[in-house]
């Protein structure tokens, strides 16, 4: 099967699992695992932050980082397309106390004209304004990549204003790699930086939050409280300290892929995507309405061995990642072909939701 569904499919290369056999462990609950310990002063080092924390998922370490700049009551600044405020079940307030206000920026990325007029007045009827969150790569923003002026331009308006800057870098190297600024540029913007191990760089699981010293064993406390804080986790830290010294420079491959998988799509008919808006790994594109759904197209692609990952409606999701080879596109691509030649509307759609990751 070519599997476009989502970069979170891939498994460990046995490389991986060969540094993972071979990690030197010990308990981390203490501070007392070595690769961890590397691991996240590695990372601290690559951001231009003081220190870091191991966290389990992109989630955990998102909310870890929320729990350590506001208290309960508070309200973060967000563009409506954010992860944190959809696809993290609601933990902002199910964890924090924390209301998410959600902004609606015209291309998808926050500039500091869409967040001027949201922060909110000292004022006993209002939420507190404490924290922005922006996402790079932005995922249901269409993969795309912030420039470094406008976090930047974000940055100083934020600090200026007291707040705090958090960075969703679920696919931070995405960003870096063609967005063509260094991961200590992006450290630079915000207070506090998370990582994820488990989509491009190709791990098992992961993330890591990087930030100050105090903010971090701040987050530290609030991981065994959302109970991240494990023992020998340096098993798992192998396999992210392999991913930054292995993968890293291999991404401009998914987004070589990810550009011929866009070109190749925009000539078949039914099928609406601009190659240009494709920046990274993330291929969106749009189902023709008169021709089915892409949760039907889905359905269809399933019979030539296709994953791809339906969105809400017309719009449809392919990845491009460490599993797919430069060969796969052109019969990915065949496969949508035949399948909006042979007609998806009666195609039955299972049940489930739309896909984020
Ligand atoms: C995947 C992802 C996360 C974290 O998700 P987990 O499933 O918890 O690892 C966070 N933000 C973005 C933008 C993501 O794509």
């Not at 203490?30 to 996240?40: A, I, R, S």
């Not at 231009?48 to 309960?72: D, I, W, Y």
């Not at 015209?106 to 001027?116: A, H, I, T």
């Amino acid at each position: 099967m070519i599997d476009l569904y989502s970069d979170t499919v891939t498994r460990p290369t046995p490389a991986m699992r060969q540094a993972m056999a071979s990690a030197v462990v010990g308990d981390d609950m203490m501070g007392e695992d070595p690769t961890v310990n590397h691991l996240e002063s590695m990372v601290a080092e690559m951001l231009g932050k003081e220190a870091a924390v191991f966290a389990c998922s992109g989630t955990q370490s998102n909310q870890m980082a929320l729990r350590v700049h506001c208290v309960p009551g508070d309200e973060l600044l967000i563009n409506s397309t954010g992860h944190i405020g959809n696809y993290e079940g609601g933990a902002p307030a199910a964890l924090s106390g924390i209301t998410v206000r959600h902004i609606t920026a015209p291309n998808g990325f926050l500039e500091v004209e869409d967040l001027r007029g949201q922060l909110a007045p000292e004022d006993q009827h209002l939420c507190r304004t404490r924290l922005v969150c922006l996402e790079n790569t932005a995922n249901a923003g269409g993969g795309r990549v912030y420039p470094l002026k406008q976090m930047q331009r974000v940055a100083e308006w934020a600090w200026s204003n007291n707040l705090k800057m958090h960075l969703d870098g679920a696919r931070l190297f995405n960003a870096t790699t063609a967005g063509g600024y260094s991961p200590e540029d992006v450290g630079q913007c915000f207070d506090t930086v998370s990582i994820c191990f488990s989509k491009g760089l190709g791990c098992p699981m992961g993330s890591i939050l990087a930030g100050s010293h105090d903010d971090i064993r701040q987050a530290r406390r609030v991981r065994k409280i959302f109970g991240g804080a494990l023992r020998q986790a340096g098993i798992i830290a192998a396999a992210a300290v392999y991913a930054l010294e292995n993968h890293v420079t291999r991404l401009a491959d998914d987004h070589r892929n990810a550009q011929q998988l866009a070109a190749q799509l925009s000539a078949v008919d039914g099928i609406c995507i601009s190659p240009k808006d494709v920046e990274t790994n993330l291929v969106f594109f749009e189902i023709d309405k008169n021709l089915g759904t892409s949760a039907q197209l889905g359905s269809a692609l399933s019979e030539f061995d296709v994953r791809m990952s339906p969105f809400r409606g017309q719009r449809m999701r392919a990845v491009t990642h460490l599993d797919v080879e430069a060969e796969d596109i052109p019969k990915a691509v065949d496969a949508v072909r035949k399948a909006m030649a042979a007609g998806i509307r009666e195609q039955r759609v299972p049940a489930g939701g739309p896909h984020s990751e």
